[in-house]
């Protein structure tokens, strides 16, 4: 089942209701403290890149202050009590935040830990009132969209790029994001997932353990790009990261994220039983 919610901040646990019983201003302390325990000034750790447009946000991002702390808190904490935490985050003049190096470096187990829990699934899923048709089919439909998208991209690193499974020594930042042989496999993972999409009762294990590899993928990929980021950083190198490799890696990694969420989009609009 899914865990209960917790806010952690400067190494404090709260629940829901013992942050609602804090004080006003404690309130507002806590929910900048924590904004800035998670964000930071691109300019501490972003590569930048004038003929790209400026900073390259390779962890995400740009964030804002008024979203994060909104999604974070708007369950225990006013809307006006919200806006100042945020006037205060941003007095100094900076509205778009990259997130803090410590997030960075956790960036393959935060996809690991987000992964489809299928006994979290069944359990909620009994409960749950079943989509229409129409939705999920307009959710499939969706589904299928951003795996092809997916597909194509991988297909580009392996037939247009000639950069991954290449014979050359990797260099420091230069070396592939995805080996061919992940990439192959992640084809056939895609491949399973839409086979199973077209089966009246698809195999929702089957489904998971595909989704969980390219999860892994994107993880793998996170770190590569932290990696070469702070190659970058260290030799005082100003022409991006990895150039052409490393826009190929954050377009991979931004299609991996959108393909799973929308498998599991479609896996929780399933009617049950199946």
């Known amino acids: 089942m899914a865990s209960r919610r917790k806010y952690v901040i400067d190494g404090f646990e709260y629940s829901p209701s013992a942050f609602r019983k804090l004080s006003r201003s404690r309130k507002k302390e806590l929910m900048v403290q924590w904004f800035h325990e998670h964000f930071e000034d691109p300019a501490v750790r972003l590569p930048y890149e004038s003929a790209e447009g400026g900073y ?15 999604s974070e808190f708007s369950d225990v904490a006013s809307f006006e009590l919200m806006q100042e935490a945020v006037d205060e985050v941003q007095s100094d003049g900076l509205f778009d935040w990259a997130p803090v190096a410590e997030s960075q470096s956790d960036d393959n187990a935060s996809f690991e830990s987000s992964a489809f829990d299928l006994e979290d699934f069944v359990g909620t899923r009994r409960d749950s009132a079943a989509a229409s048709k129409g939705d999920l089919d307009q959710l499939k439909s969706e589904m299928l969209a951003q795996l092809a998208e997916l597909k194509e991209q991988l297909q580009l690193g392996l037939h247009g790029y000639g950069m991954i499974g290449h014979n050359r020594p990797p260099g420091p930042i230069e070396d592939s994001p995805v080996s061919a042989q992940d990439a192959t496999e992640a084809l056939n993972e895609i491949a399973k997932i839409e086979a199973e999409a077209e089966k009246p009762e698809p195999a929702i294990d089957t489904v998971n353990e595909s989704v969980g590899f390219l999860r892994r993928m994107a993880g793998s990929i996170a770190v590569w790009l932290r990696d070469r980021a702070n190659a970058q950083i260290d030799a005082a190198i100003t022409l991006g990261v990895g150039g052409g490799v490393a826009l190929y890696a954050q377009r991979l990694l931004a299609l991996l994220g959108t393909a799973t969420e929308s498998v599991w989009a479609w896996l929780h609009a399933l009617p049950w039983p199946f």
């Open 56 to 70: 390259q946000w390779i962890w995400g991002g740009p964030y804002s202050a008024d979203d994060e702390i909104q």
